[in-house]
């Protein structure tokens, strides 16, 4: 198996600065990765990020308005154990986002999430996540204002 790290290129019809805010504020990750989370605002800050009864809690390592967000994983909690013995797999790996304005006036997205890699358990419905999230939600949200997060169904939260 490869031991490289999962990437993608994606060209959104948005500036970088509003790729940016999509992608440090509440408001912005709310709209394309999860309804349930909690994102600091400044280096050093953490982000917790709820999927149903899975938790990410991640620190936030770098902001560079318009070029780069990077976020390192400090914790994953997940209700993926019947499919995997080891639960916290992305523990001590970091999510990428480099944005880079192209001559369309939109962004070209090079995003990577260093350290999954196709030797571990959960890489394929990772892959599956992440280019859900990275090249059909966030493009939505950018586009249109509309964003396909992930939801906590309704039936679960009532039980």
């Given at each position: 198996m ?5 990437e ?60 780069e967000?990077?976020?390192h ?12 013995a ?11 986002f480099?944005?880079?304005?192209n001559?369309d006036?939109g962004?070209?997205l ?24 990275m ?5 939505g949200?950018?586009?249109?204002g509309?964003?396909?997060?992930f ?9």
């Amino acid at each position: 198996m490869s031991s490289e790290s999962f990437e993608l290129n994606v060209a959104l019809e948005a500036p970088p600065a509003k790729v940016y805010d999509a992608l440090t504020t509440e408001r912005g990750v709310k709209g394309w990765w999860t309804q349930d989370c909690e994102l600091g605002d400044k280096v050093g800050d953490k982000a917790v990020f709820r999927f149903g009864t899975m938790v990410d809690v991640m620190r936030i390592d770098a902001l560079d308005p318009g070029r780069e967000v990077r976020w390192h994983v400090l914790e994953q909690h997940n209700h993926l154990s019947d499919v995997m013995a080891d639960n916290t797999e992305w523990v001590g790996t970091d999510i990428v986002f480099a944005l880079t304005a192209n001559e369309d006036g939109g962004t070209d997205l090079h995003f990577r999430h260093e350290g999954l890699t196709p030797d571990l358990a959960c890489y394929q419905i990772c892959n599956d996540g992440w280019n859900h999230f990275m090249k059909a939600s966030l493009p939505g949200l950018l586009a249109e204002g509309i964003g396909r997060p992930f939801q906590a169904k309704a039936s679960a939260e009532a039980s």
